[in-house]
């Protein structure tokens, strides 16, 4: 069933059209940034990174844009396909401790449905 | 390949009550971790392990406790558990070198009575 609970906020788009999702990420001095997708009853997938030197990368039908001004990230979907339906989680990782850590804090996520 | 394998997929517990949560992974990664995910909340980090034989705290390790058995395996166990224990408990592994991604597991739903 699902995993994540009943208040996210809900981005509702028809099939064919382009989805943007949006992320407000806390800490300026975050260096590496990932999306992932979450479908109901599993985990989540990665889908797309962006380190801070960058300010856009494209993948297969996703592009991620970085506003480090303004500490946003956007995700951007082509042609959306029913398939796309899910949760979708931002995720920045903060510099720590030594070299060994590698620990992501995820956003609260951000449901996108998809009407055929 | 698997990935990442935890068992169990579900698990009604009472308050008091013990358990551990398996998690495998067969993608010889060194770093493991455990997350909660809770209603309308992001994954938060419980316990890290960024080798074999070494462990660390996340950002919410109170009632918790882990062990990195081998590379292989990360368990997590609840010694008295606690109905704020309810959640959704997710293992990862993460590869070294190259794009940092975390490999997630299928997730633990979890009842606290």
Known sequence: GESVGLHLPTLSVQEGDNSIINCAYSNSASDYFIWYKQESGKGPQFIIDIRSNMDKRQGQRVTVLLNKTVKHLSLQIAATQPGDSAVYFCAENKPGRGTGRRALTFGSGTRLQVQP | ?113
């Open chain 2, 1 to 113: 390949n698997a990935g990442v394998t935890q068992t169990p997929k579900f698990q009604v517990l009472k308050t008091g009550q013990s358990m551990t949560l398996q998690c495998a992974q067969d993608m010889n990664h060194n770093s493991m971790y455990w997350y909660r995910q809770d209603p309308g909340m992001g994954l938060r980090l419980i316990y890290y392990s960024a080798s074999e034989g070494t462990t660390d705290k996340g950002e919410v390790p109170n009632g918790y406790n882990v062990s990195r058995l081998n590379k292989r395996e990360f368990s997590l166990r609840l010694e008295s558990a606690a109905p704020s224990q309810t959640s959704v408990y997710f293992c990862a592994s993460l590869g070294v070198g190259g794009v940092e991604k975390l490999f997630f597991g299928s997730g633990t739903q979890l009842s606290v009575l």
